[in-house]
């Protein structure tokens, strides 16, 4: 068990770690748009959201001057949920189930939710959530290295990144092509994903592809890297070279 699985939730079960709130027209204005925004996208009208917070949209352009604005402040909120949500839960968050926790926890769907039209978007959000899973990834990565549980890497911050945006890349695109039937429950829509994709993503990571390593030779001799266990290319093409007639 690597250091960060060692570290449980309080309590051993997950926490949404959401920022309060103060109760404010303020806060139920940012509140309402999180989730509205969640639910229908960044398109969505300042009107819409001022009927969900049940005040006037002149009122959320007195307290944020505009819809711009409004998005800056819920993408602020949003990412310290995320920082909160990972510190309460350490232990799962940084052994690659960040994503896992957020889908099981009903509370989370309006994160998730979030999280999902940010990658869509683009933007700050976006960014720094996939900021934060590379850095997590990073972290339980290097253990398992460590651990003897997954092979090094010739480049493992390169490894870590494409593991991640590939990931994060084929949820994104499977929610694209079929959203879920209902907006706000991505949960849903992201615990059918992990059960469709579990199968092949661990034959993948158990089993490989290739059944030998002659591309990736050729490649590092064209880029000048050498391979990562320090054997020669020769050896390496020797190696793949037995057997053959």
Not at 38 to 43: E, M
Request: net charge negative; glycine share 8%.
């Amino acid at each position: 068990m690597s250091s960060a699985e060692a570290r449980p939730a309080p309590g051993g079960t997950p926490s949404t770690g959401k920022p309060p709130s103060d109760g404010s027209a303020r806060d139920r204005i940012r509140d309402a748009a999180v989730l509205r925004f969640a639910r229908s996208g960044f398109g969505t009208s300042v009107r819409t959201i001022a009927a969900d917070a049940g005040v006037s949209a002149a009122l959320v352009i007195h307290h944020f001057g505009s819809k711009d604005a409004l998005h800056r402040a819920c993408d602020d909120y949003v990412l310290r949920w995320i920082m909160e949500s990972k510190r309460q839960n350490m232990g799962k968050a940084t052994s690659g189930q960040l994503l896992q926790v957020m889908a099981e926890v009903d509370e989370y769907a309006p994160l998730l939710g979030y999280a999902v039209q940010s990658l869509q978007a683009g933007g700050q959000v976006a960014r720094e959530f996939v900021q934060h899973m590379i850095d997590d990834a990073q972290v339980y990565t290097r253990e398992a290295v460590a651990d003897g549980i997954v092979k090094p890497s010739v480049d493992e911050d390169a490894r870590v990144r494409y593991l991640v945006l590939s990931s994060l890349g084929t949820l994104l695109l499977s929610l694209t092509l079929d959203p879920p039937s209902d907006p706000e429950d991505f949960g849903a829509a992201v615990r059918a994903f992990m059960s469709e994709q579990y199968l092949p993503m661990i034959e993948l990571f158990t089993e490989g592809f290739l059944t030998d390593r002659r591309m990736l030779d050729d490649y590092l001799l064209y880029i000048g890297d050498p391979p990562s266990d320090g054997a020669t290319r020769a050896d390496h093409h020797d190696t793949a070279d037995e057997g053959e007639p």
